[in-house]
């Protein structure tokens, strides 16, 4: 498992932090007819049973807001990629279509409420610490450009900050090239629904994404 630790600052705002983490070989390549037929399902029940105004009182999606507002980031701009993932289907958009890896863990984002972040381990230099943004600190979004992550949570490693619970960074996002996966399941609330997620989500990574050689831990 790829040295992963929280700073005290993050530890003192965010004392019921806990991060579900996920390591495994992978083949990254588009996903397979049956994996799409589970995100289509999975976006299915969930507008069977949320709509865009009760999205954010989803448990794991409300802990992430208010852990949000507790370092003094506004969730309604900056929202949690669970929750612009989940609106974006309830709006009938449908999810992105990426590669089998981002597109699984998107299912278990919007299947679980969590919002997760999905790193290539081999661009992550030294220890993957989890802090606060820092005012004007850089950071490139995926399909985002610059995005404002100041008090924002995020991961900073030995070349920068790389991951946040609001979007992932250009530098260390899943390509055709990776073949080493680290998935970042973000628990606002403790780690009550952890285990179930990350037993959804190995599931997923064995059957559509040739997952192996998986080291599990969780960080709080």
């Known amino acids: ?31 397979d007819a049956a994996l799409l037929e589970k995100i289509n399902t999975a976006i299915a029940e969930l507008s069977n049973t949320l709509t865009i105004d009760t999205i954010k009182f989803r448990p794991a999606i409300e802990a992430t ?38 597109d699984l863990l998107n299912l278990v984002s919007i299947h679980t409420g969590f919002s997760i972040g999905g790193y290539d381990v081999d661009k992550i230099e030294g220890t993957a610490i989890l802090d606060i943004g820092k005012e004007n600190e850089p950071y490139e979004a995926i399909g985002r450009g610059d995005l404002n992550i100041h008090n924002l949570p995020l991961f900073r490693d030995d070349l920068g900050a790389f991951g946040s619970p609001t979007s992932d960074s250009a530098r260390t996002m899943v390509q055709s090239e990776t073949t080493n996966f680290l ?10 629904g952890l285990e179930t997620a990350k037993d959804f989500a190995i599931d997923l990574l064995k059957n559509h994404a ?10 709080s």
């Open 210 to 219: 040739t997952g192996a050689d998986f080291s599990v831990e969780v960080f």
């Open 1 to 31: 498992m790829t040295s992963i630790t929280l700073s005290d600052t993050i530890r003192q705002k965010l004392p019921y932090l806990a991060l579900g983490c996920i390591q495994c070989t992978v083949q990254v390549e588009d996903a």
């Open 65 to 102: 807001r208010e852990a949000y507002l507790a370092l003094g980031k506004k969730p309604s701009r900056y929202r949690p990629s669970a929750e612009a993932l989940s609106r974006r289907a309830l709006q009938g958009k449908g999810l992105y279509q990426v590669n089998n890896v981002v």
């Open 183 to 192: 998935m970042v399941i973000f628990g606002f609330a403790g780690q009550e």
